[in-house]
């Protein structure tokens, strides 16, 4: 993040500024000043005067705990700051990155204590503000301008007190611009399949800071081969965090069923990786030692190399917001009688009076509070489909309002109370069809194309079974693999989603009914009960994969960022 700034009098102050600021007249009301001398006791008429500001950034942790990033320096008898001090923050797509800002006046007898020691309960406090990541980098200007207010609670009144205003500036590092493009080959790898050789694939993942590998780039599956050499993949910094960030890299034996069998793995680096390159050596894929046992990881004799490694600058996927582009979500529910009566507490679709979401909602909430800081209208298309209207035959694509005349609906809260409301309105039937709802996002996908609109879009399917019209889903995917769309399915429920696996098209792309193969893989599927599990969020493993879809979209297409 490049910049914040922060108007303590109303005006602008800037954490890693490096534009220029109009303060405010030194004869403007300022609330934190007022509220500042009335604590040390001064009453009445009195001159303004000036303060000792520092800014501290934080970021909050999914309990809601405030962590802390980093400070400014104090600027000295200021009203409205202009900070150089700039903080340097890993932007991830798929998770929602809460920042809270404090100011504080920093007491004089303090000023030549390094600002790490300062302790803040001993300074004034002169307001907070807090935002996501996402909402500043979606500003085509990349900033953004919030209240200052006293900290909930404090002043005893349910309505903020707004002292003053803090503005965010953010930046895009140069190196986050580099795509690295990888030719990844192993050698002697195992054999899994009793009568033929093993189909290997490549997931590569990135390492969190709470250590979760989050997959973000997957191969091609190549068929009986015990020394592969894959498609050539694409990583830019922003995907990997950076050049030295861990990644982890895992072969796979690909499984119709979806449980594919690991041959081994691999940690490093792109640094490491562009080292092994450059030696032309390769590094031994290992086994991990079973959980709870106390023995090293197994080496193999299996090896990986990396037969190229190049980078190039290119327009990143923050470059496209930035240029007006935006992220349009839409969702379509499951309504088949297979989720069981939305009446009993065994059903998927229960809604429990003690408000704890069920796995639909779940879905919903997570991925729809991500996309939302991407769509500007926040005005959301939402179908339905294996239900009965009421007095009505089966409908595989229904809007979830109840409206025959238009499909959306507002915000994510307007998700859940049209998923809530259709439960009440609708019988459960079957069976089970992605095609008609497909063809309808597909269908506004194409309105953007021909409306020369900057818009892509994103449909998540939430599903609890096996589709039964496989064959036209696909038609409708290969179809809209032309479109600017791509579809999340989150599957629910205990059922065998093997053939989720094949749309997922993990091992070669979707061919069509007449013989014509999809353009680009738009299909990311995950079970829910997986995601639960292995507890890494659904919005990750879904939306991981997300920017590097969009980029092949508009890069095929060689469409551009509008400065």
């Known amino acids: 993040m490049g910049n914040c700034c922060s108007d303590v009098a109303g005006g602008q102050s800037a954490v890693g500024g490096t534009a220029s600021f109009q303060a405010n007249s030194s004869n403007a009301p300022n609330d934190a000043v007022d509220a500042f001398l009335n604590s040390r006791g001064y009453k009445g008429l009195y001159s303004q005067i000036e303060s000792d500001p520092m800014a501290v950034i934080y ?50 007898q303090f000023h030549n204590i390094d600002v790490k020691m300062l302790r803040l309960e001993e300074q004034q406090f002169l307001g907070e503000a807090n935002c996501t990541l996402s909402e500043i980098i979606t500003r085509s200007n990349k900033s953004l301008t919030l209240d200052l207010v006293n900290k909930p609670g404090s002043s005893g009144s349910a309505i903020p007190k707004k002292l003053g205003q803090i503005t965010l500036f953010a930046e895009e590092s140069f ?77 796979f034996n690909f499984n119709g069923n979806g449980k594919h069998d690991l041959l081994g793995k691999v940690q490093k680096s792109l640094a490491e990786l562009e080292n092994l390159h450059s030696a032309g050596t390769g590094s031994n894929l290992f086994m991990p030692a079973a959980f ?46 297979s989720n069981g009566n939305p009446r009993l507490p065994d059903s998927l679709h ?101 409306s020369d609109r900057r818009k892509y879009f994103v449909l998540l399917i939430i599903t609890d079974g096996v589709i039964t019209d496989l064959q036209e889903t696909i038609d409708a995917f290969v179809k809209a693999s032309d479109l600017p769309l791509s579809v999340l399915i989150v599957g629910v429920g205990g059922a065998d989603f093997k053939e989720m696996e094949i749309l997922d098209a993990d091992k070669e792309r979707l061919e069509s009914s007449t013989g014509r193969v999809a353009s680009r893989d738009i299909v990311q599927f995950v079970p829910f009960r997986d995601v639960q599990s292995r507890e890494i969020s659904v919005v990750q493993s879904l939306l991981a994969e997300l920017p590097s879809q969009f980029l092949t979209y508009v890069r095929s297409r060689n469409l551009y960022p509008i400065s």
């Not at 599956?221 to 050049?243: E, T, Y």
């Not at 090896?303 to 935006?326: C, M, N, P």
């Not at 035959?393 to 915000?411: D, I, R, T």
């Open 59 to 108: 970021t909050k942790q999914k309990d809601g705990l405030l962590q802390e990033f980093g400070r400014t320096e104090v600027l000295l008898n200021s009203l409205s700051p202009k900070w150089i001090k700039k903080f340097t923050i890993t932007y991830q797509f798929e998770i929602v990155q809460h920042l809270v800002f404090h100011v504080y006046d920093v007491d004089t």
């Open 175 to 251: 190196a986050s611009k580099t795509t690295t493009e990888l030719v990844l080959r192993c050698s002697d790898l195992e054999s899994k399949d009793l009568f033929s050789k093993s189909d290997p694939f490549l997931i590569i993942s990135k390492v969190t800071e709470s250590g979760v590998a989050v997959p973000i780039c997957k191969t091609e599956v190549l068929k009986n081969d015990h020394s592969p050499r894959w498609k050539p993949v694409f990583l830019s910094i922003q995907q990997a965090g950076s050049k030295d960030s861990p990644l982890i890299i895992e072969c």
């Open 292 to 337: 709870g046992q106390s023995h090293p990881n197994k080496v193999l004799k299996s090896q990986l190399f990396v037969d190229k490694f190049s980078e190039k600058i290119q327009h990143t996927f923050l470059d496209y917001l930035a240029g007006g582009y935006e992220l349009n979500f839409m969702v379509a529910i499951d309504f088949t009688a």
């Open 350 to 450: 229960y809604i429990d009076p003690s408000g704890r979401p069920n796995a639909y909602q779940k879905a919903i909430l997570e991925v729809g509070e991500v996309l939302q800081f991407y769509d500007s209208d926040k005005r959301f298309p939402a179908w339905g489909f294996g239900a009965r209207p009421i007095d009505g035959p089966v409908s595989h694509c229904f809007n979830l309002n109840g409206s025959s005349n238009y499909c959306e609906v507002e915000g994510i809260q307007g998700i859940l109370a049209a998923y809530i409301s259709a439960l009440y309105n609708v019988s459960l039937a079957g069976p089970t069809l992605f095609g008609p709802v497909v063809t309808a996002a597909a269908h506004i996908a194409s309105q953007g194309v021909t």
